[in-house]
């Protein structure tokens, strides 16, 4: 049972275009997300991330919205840059007992091209 | 700032043979992690660990065994290697909400 659903595995955008990548969870008790960026041969690295009290949390050119009652997510990327050509995984956490592990449940991924 | 460290990075071994991937970690976080990754799955947690000496499972822990005698190291052995446990694995630690992963090891059973 996919907790965590990405639905496009691949996206294409133009540079200098918006990124707009989607995540849907079905778990109602994920109170964090996170999405994280990788490159191939390297370890996925955190980009932002935005907690269940919110709607939207934004870092210069990334912004992550969440609709809970959707149970939806997305990141938006603003301009795009051929850098940001990489993996794009999102992520859920539920809720940690106290000093418990933050352990993530991860989608599948999304390859993002940003073409020039 | 080292981080995390992974070794071997590339591995190819046989069915039936043990093997240890290892993982090492700079920052003194209490949390580590291991990940495999794999087509259509995205990342699942093989085992954890919230300090030394105490480790439980996660997800995927089947023919997986882990150690972790000191903080900093976080072992993780298949101790009989099947075809299935060809995968990318990710060695990790958290601080507060944030997991942050190291580069991974390749590891292929042939």
């Known amino acids: 049972d996919q907790q965590v659903k990405q639905n496009s595995p691949s996206l294409s955008v133009q540079e200098g275009r918006i990124s707009i990548l989607n995540c849907d969870y079905t778990n109602s008790m994920f109170d964090y997300f996170l999405w994280y960026k990788k490159y191939p041969a390297e370890g996925p690295t955190f980009l932002i991330s935005i907690s269940s009290i919110k709607d939207k949390n934004e870092d210069g050119r990334f912004t992550v919205f969440l609709n809970k009652s959707a149970k939806h997510l997305s990141l938006h990327i603003v301009p795009s840059q051929p850098g940001d050509s990489a993996v794009y995984f999102c992520a859920a956490a539920v809720p940690r007992r106290v000093q418990g592990a933050q352990k993530l449940v991860f989608g599948q991924g999304t390859r993002l091209t940003i073409n020039p | 700032d080292a981080g995390i460290t992974q ?104």
């Open chain 2, 7 to 110: 070794s071997p990075r590339y591995k190819i071994t046989e069915t039936g043979r043990q093997v240890t991937l290892m993982c090492h970690q700079t920052w003194s976080h209490s949390y580590m992690f291991w990940y495999r990754q794999d087509l259509g799955h995205g990342l699942r947690l093989i085992y954890y660990s919230a300090a030394a000496d105490i480790t439980d499972k996660g997800e995927v822990p089947d023919g997986y065994v882990v150690s972790r005698s000191k903080t900093e190291n976080f072992p993780l052995t298949l101790e009989s290697a099947t075809r299935s446990q060809t995968s990318v694995y990710f060695c990790a630690s958290s601080v507060g909400n944030t997991i942050y992963f190291g580069e991974g090891s390749w590891l292929t059973v042939v």
